[in-house]
């Protein structure tokens, strides 16, 4: 019995942050549902109709980030007045993600769609939260139409491959992906690098990766438990934008967010990695992640 409690307590310290993250997204999902009920809604889940109840949805998960993770968004100046492409780093659970869509929407009143993998359509119960907060599985005919309506668009070009086999040293798993750039271009909308400080030391992905990558890539499904939760400091930064260029190619493009010419004083640095290069401590380390949630000096 003791060993039994032993290991049962050892399962819950590793996991139990992660499932209640999975807990509140379906309450999350419940409540809109409720709430859909209650007022006889039939309107466009993008509408604002669903403004009042989507500023409740982000209202607590910004009260969340700021109590466990003490929060910080910065550089929302250089997102651009109309649409636009957000590429971010995919951390092993994108809570910091969640966090960005939150604040923006609490601060600016503005949504960003996001792009999602398959998987996340086939799980249970979340369709309508998906609806409402803008989630899309990314064709490339929905990101044009989402950005000639005025919409950002979010996507991870590392997406669950670099969630589950990315690691404290923040490297950047994109492959070949270059769709984002091919529909910034065919849309003339600039491309916006961002990242979270700290995302992989608030939650990592076990070790041994080498028979879940084999599993990963013949079902494309992500078997590896995500585990962790401690309340290291996350900072979002977003990066000053890469513009339109009608002479750039797509290969180009896809080169400059890697190696742009953007991103405050580093004009010839890399765009997304330099962003992990100037704020973040490689390899990552959890508890100088969770010092700094105590380091009032830093800004």
């Known amino acids: 019995l003791i060993i039994v409690s032993l ?3 050892g399962i819950l310290v590793f996991f139990i942050v992660p499932l209640a993250i999975v807990f509140f997204i379906y309450l999350t999902n419940v409540l809109l549902l409720v709430y859909q009920r209650n007022n006889e809604l039939k309107a466009d889940p993008l509408s604002d109709v669903w403004n009042s109840v989507r500023k ?3 209202s607590f998960w910004d009260i969340y980030a700021r109590v466990w993770h003490g929060y910080e968004l910065h550089g929302v100046e250089n997102l651009p007045e109309g649409p636009g492409i957000l590429v971010y ?3 092993a659970i994108p809570i910091d993600y969640l966090y ?11 949504l960003c769609l996001s792009v999602a993998d398959h998987f996340v359509f086939r799980l249970p119960g979340l369709k309508l939260l998906l609806a409402v907060t803008g989630v899309i599985p990314g064709t490339r005919e929905e990101c044009l139409v989402a950005l000639k309506n005025g919409y950002l668009v979010s996507i991870s070009p590392g997406g669950v491959r670099e969630a589950l086999f990315s690691d404290e040293s923040y490297q950047l798993i994109w492959g070949n992906r270059k769709g984002f750039a091919q529909v910034a271009l065919e849309a ?3 491309i916006i690098p961002m990242y979270t400080q700290n995302v992989r030391e608030g939650y990592r992905m076990f070790k041994e990766r080498r028979f879940f ?15 962790g939760g401690l309340p290291v400091k996350f900072r979002t930064y977003i990066g000053k934008p890469i ?9 180009e493009l896809v080169e400059k967010v890697c ?5 405050f004083s580093f004009q010839t640095k890399t765009a997304v990695q330099a962003l992990i290069s100037k704020h973040q401590t490689i390899p990552g380390n959890m508890w100088k992640a969770l010092l700094e949630r105590f380091d009032k000096r830093r800004k």
């Open 89 to 91: 780093y995919h951390g």
């Open 7 to 9: 290991t049962i307590s």
């Open 188 to 190: 003339k909308v600039p």
């Open 213 to 227: 990558r084999r599993l990963y890539e013949s079902t494309r499904l992500p078997f590896t438990p995500p585990y």
């Open 259 to 263: 190696k742009g010419k953007f991103l």
């Open 100 to 110: 960005f869509l939150s604040r923006l929407f609490l601060w600016k009143k503005r």
């Open 243 to 251: 513009p339109y260029d009608p002479n750039v190619t797509t290969e």
């Open 56 to 58: 409740t949805i982000a």
